[in-house]
T-cell receptor, first 110, second 113 residues
Framework: LAKTTQPISMDSYEGQEVNITCSHN???????ITWYQQFPSQGPRFIIQ???TKVTNEVASLFIPADRKSSTLSLPRVSLSDTAVYYC???????????FGKGTRLHILP | KAGVTQTPRYLIKTRGQQVTLSCSPI?????VSWYQQTPGQGLQFLFE???????NKGNFPGRFSGRQFSNSRSEMNVSTLELGDSALYLC????????????FGPGTRLTVL
């Protein structure tokens, strides 16, 4: 199972676009990349999942370069309520153990 | 449809006791995973069950065990509780595997005194 590396924390301002990059140098061919958001005292919430290139949904975009060794979660026009911890995960095999890591603590300022 | 439910929401136990936590997944979901979350260690994988079989296990001592029933409901048990077992225990369900979209329950807050 590929390990991931993310920045420990980030600050941004309301209305800005926020990009959080995750490194996964040992990603396997059949691994998917998944991002979760977690608020204090709640379980994580699925944001987006992708395999290659770009994936977009109503809340975020996920950019994955051709070598797939990294990925970038893009949150457009953030608000104070986007203050949370964001986790990047990779996995795709039946025997994979899901590793959340420490995540990125995003703090949105007014 | 109803989300993942966990019972109880809060629990206080003393060292040496045992505890059983329950999780009801989303209807139709066959994979159930359990996680322990603490401020120091973050969110750690305990185990995953699929079709009543443990498919994966994290690096936790044998005091932590679980099972899944034919209706996909799952329970986890912690025996001989230690102070360090105080944590938020989260259950998540997914259609077929934990690397796909997981839906998390609200968690059970366990305090060991």
């Amino acid at each position: 199972l590929a390990k991931t590396t993310q920045p420990i924390s980030m600050d941004s301002y309301e209305g800005q676009e926020v990009n959080i990059t995750c490194s996964h140098n040992n990603i396997a061919t059949n691994d998917y990349i998944t991002w979760y958001q977690q608020f204090p005292s709640q379980g994580p919430r699925f944001i987006i999942q992708g395999y290659k290139t770009k994936v977009t949904n109503e809340v975020a975009s996920l950019f994955i370069p051709a070598d797939r060794k990294s990925s970038t979660l893009s949150l457009p026009r953030v608000s104070l309520s986007d203050t949370a911890v964001y986790y990047c995960l990779v996995g795709g095999n039946r025997d994979d153990k899901i590793i959340f890591g420490k995540g990125t603590r995003l703090h949105i300022l007014p | 449809k109803a989300g993942v439910t966990q019972t109880p929401r809060y629990l206080i136990k003393t060292r040496g006791q045992q505890v059983t936590l329950s999780c009801s997944p989303i209807s139709g979901h066959r994979s159930v995973s359990w996680y322990q979350q603490t401020p120091g260690q973050g969110l750690q994988f305990l185990f995953e069950y699929f079709s009543e079989t443990q498919r994966n296990k994290g690096n936790f001592p044998g005091r932590f065990s679980g099972r899944q029933f034919s209706n996909s409901r799952s329970e986890m048990n912690v025996s001989t509780l230690e102070l360090g077992d105080s944590a938020l225990y989260l259950c998540a369900s997914s259609l077929d595997h934990s690397y796909n979209e997981q839906f998390f329950g609200p968690g059970t807050r366990l305090t060991v005194l």
